[in-house]
């Protein structure tokens, strides 16, 4: 059974940086491509980044040149560093295994970003 779990949100100015960090345990983390989603108050779930399971990155054009997410498959562990950030990067941020909805998702984390 796969198990995911995020930290790293919280409040920041904008401009400020946050890293969001997503532990996994079960599944073949290192065969597999992860993501992180986000999902603002009255807004559908969308797909910030996501990373292939050798590392190649693609982003939403929202975030690109802003958002760097990165893999670690010994520690299993994939992480999204947030830079220069906006007000409207505000919301609940979930790891994604598989990188799909009918994946398995982590608990989510609160990002908020003050203006």
């Known amino acids: 059974q796969v198990q995911l779990v995020e930290s790293g949100g919280g409040v920041v100015q904008a401009g400020g940086s946050l890293r969001l960090t997503c532990v996994v345990s079960?599944?073949?983390?290192?065969?597999?491509?992860m993501g992180w989603y986000r999902q603002a108050p009255g807004n559908q779930r969308e797909l910030v980044a996501g990373?292939?399971?050798?590392?190649?990155?693609n982003y939403a054009d929202s975030v690109k040149g802003r958002f760097t997410i990165s893999r670690d498959n010994a520690k299993k562990t994939v992480t999204l560093q947030m830079t220069a950030l906006k007000p409207e990067d505000t919301a609940v941020y979930y790891c994604n295994y598989g990188l799909s909805r009918f994946g398995t998702w982590g608990q989510g984390t609160q990002v908020t970003v003050s203006s």
């Open positions: 990373i292939s399971h050798d590392g190649n990155g």
């Open positions: 079960g599944g073949w983390f290192g065969r597999n491509p």
